[in-house]
């Protein structure tokens, strides 16, 4: 199972930046996706998540409202729409899957992709 995450980048407050993560080497349809960030000094959170079927979503209370996280099964992708970026919002994001039923906290996560790097200045 491998996960890879792209997108991340350099933008100023207030930007918009959308993150892929791509699966392979399973049966993508069968996990939920994840993301997670980590900031300098700080524990790994949650950001959002999304379940293997259905309607199911997840999000942070820091994000609701500016984050979508979305999925294209045929793609073996999952995307987070980051809006309205803060500075807070910087740190390395990370997506993972995971086939518990809880979505919230990463010991639940069995695979890992690389993280990639989300900056926002003020």
């Known amino acids: 199972v491998q996960l890879q995450a792209f997108g991340g980048g350099l933008v100023q407050a207030g930007d918009s930046l959308k993150l892929s993560c791509v699966a392979s080497?399973?049966?993508?349809?069968?996990?939920?996706v994840g993301w997670f960030r980590q900031a300098p000094g700080k524990e790994r959170e949650v950001v959002s998540a999304?379940?293997?079927?259905?309607?199911?979503?997840f999000y942070a209370d820091s994000v609701k409202g500016r984050f979508t996280i979305s999925r294209d099964n045929a793609k073996n992708t999952v995307y987070l729409q980051m809006n309205s970026l803060k500075p807070e919002d910087t740190a390395v994001y990370f997506c993972?899957?995971?086939?518990?039923?809880?979505?919230?906290?990463?010991?639940?996560?069995?695979?890992w992709g690389q993280g990639t790097q989300v900056t926002v200045s003020s």
């Open positions: 993972a899957a995971t086939n518990s039923v809880v979505l919230s906290q990463a010991r639940h996560y069995h695979y």
């Open positions: 080497g399973y049966s993508f349809r069968s996990y939920s």
């Open positions: 999304i379940r293997r079927s259905g309607p199911g979503t």
